[in-house]
């Protein structure tokens, strides 16, 4: 707008040099012209005209200029500069009305409430402010309850029960306390097809290789049930879950070895692997790394494979849910220098391990 009146200020004076270079008939003539022009103009458009304000200036200082008698047939009359005037007056003295109620949620606030609500589906109103007023946010709990309710979510009581812990969240919490169990197989050079049989502490990622056979049977894995049992000795009390699949060598004489010892048994949904991710995971790592870069001859062979694989597994192979740390690994890393890092093959150099050379 600044813009436009100094433009408009600029064609004026422009204007009026060239009308000092005229005769006075000529200005005359050309008065008469401008206002017959207007008056066509004004019968067309039948709509009153609205000038921006750099044009209310422009006409206003103009028409200060002009005889009292030339002033009645302009746009510009007194009634419209006072108008003016007074609306000018309005614009300088307006205020913001005050603001009542409350005063207002920021987003970040409103975000972190419906991420406590979301994370923890048994938390209330109240539970919630208790939280942030510990986090140093104070919200009142009718605050909470509008947010919430903003967003669809449900009051504690009806998320907690449609939305329980998942099955992950589950085994994730109870990890330290879970034992999982399942089978693979491994083919050999004469394609006879070998059983695997597994134990995994999902807590510490610890696997044991229970037995291999070409002929798994019920009994079978009951045994190695027992013999699982046998040598974890005491630890075997800080279980309180066997996670397993529905496998028909699961028999009930299978569930009765670790109920025994008071180790509840956990059966995934029919044709549901991911239930027993972690064992999964172990077999598929296992393919991976061992079994199929590998020409397995026979059972035998097969035995001292996993055995050596097991063990670089537990001991010396990183592990992202620990960390990146092995599951028997010291938690206080030693830095040594690399001039007595040495390689040590395993597998016969199918994996490489480095250790200290002292």
Sequence with gaps: MALRLLYLILLR????????????DAKDVEL????????????????????????RVMLAALARHLPGRLRRHRLVTPG?????HRRLLRWKWKQKPARTGRPPISQELTALSLRLARDNGTW???????????????????????????AGLDPAHRRSRSSGPTWRQFVRAQADGVLAADFFHVDTVTLKRLY??????????????????????????????RNLLADLGQSASGFRYLLRDRDSRYTPAFDAVFTADG???????????????????????????????????????????????????N???????????????????????????QRHDVLGGLIHEYRNTA
Aim: hydrophobic fraction near 45%.
């Design 80 to 84: 419209t500069l006072l108008s003016w």
């Design 315 to 341: 001991f010396a192979r990183p592990h992202r849910a620990l960390q990146l740390r092995a599951p028997a690994d010291d938690p206080d890393v030693i830095l040594f220098p690399a001039q007595r890092i």
């Design 124 to 150: 209330g109103y109240t539970r919630i402010q208790g939280e942030l007023r510990r986090l140093g946010h104070r919200v009142g709990a009718s605050t909470i309850r509008r947010i919430l309710r903003s």
């Design 196 to 225: 695997v049989f597994f134990a995994m502490e999902v807590g510490t990622r610890t696997v044991h290789i229970l037995g291999v056979t070409a002929h798994p049977t019920a009994a079978w894995a009951t045994q190695l049930a």
């Design 263 to 313: 180790i509840e048994i956990l059966k995934s949904a029919p044709q549901a692997p991911t239930m027993n991710a972690h064992a999964e995971r172990f077999i598929r790592t296992a393919r991976a790394e061992c079994t199929d870069r590998l020409l397995i001859c026979n059972e035998q062979h097969l035995r001292r494979v996993l055995a050596e694989y097991v063990e670089h597994y």
């Design 32 to 55: 008469l012209a401008l206002r017959h022009e207007v008056a066509v103009l004004r019968r067309q458009l039948g709509v009153r005209p609205r000038p921006t304000w750099p044009d």
């Design 13 to 24: 004076l422009l204007g009026l040099l060239l009308l000092l270079s005229c005769s006075e």
